[in-house]
């Protein structure tokens, strides 16, 4: 399975920007989906995640109610769409794939994602 994210960008504080991530895969839609990132001098956190229906997201307690996930099993992508964005939220943001499981696996290392895009810088700075 391949991962490749789109859509990142330099934004000032209170901007938005959405993120994108296709997939290339035979049975994307069976795949739990998720976002993670990384900042410079930390360690890689997770960020939202979906289901393989779409029935059930999650997400990080620092972007509650800014941040949203989505898919689109059509056209094999998911999105991550960043609301008011702070400093905070600069990164490097990776999407992930989990070809073993169509719900998120909580409780297990990287919620069981197996498969990762390069990933795409987002800062936000003013």
């Known amino acids: 399975v391949q991962l490749v994210e789109s859509g990142g960008d330099l934004v000032q504080p209170g901007g938005s920007l959405r993120l994108s991530c296709a997939v290339a895969g035979p049975t994307f839609s069976t795949y739990a989906l998720g976002w993670f990132r990384q900042a410079p001098g930390k360690e890689r956190e997770f960020v939202a995640g979906?289901?393989?229906?779409?029935?059930?997201?999650y997400y990080a307690d620092s972007v509650k109610g800014r941040f949203a996930i989505w898919r689109d099993n059509a056209k094999n992508t998911f999105y991550l769409q960043m609301n008011s964005l702070k400093p905070e939220d600069t990164a490097v943001y990776y999407c992930a794939a989990d070809q073993q499981s169509g719900t998120l696996r909580v409780g297990v290392l990287n919620y069981g994602m197996d498969s990762w895009g390069k990933g795409t810088l987002v800062t936000v700075s003013s």
């Open positions: 979906i289901s393989w229906s779409a029935g059930n997201t």
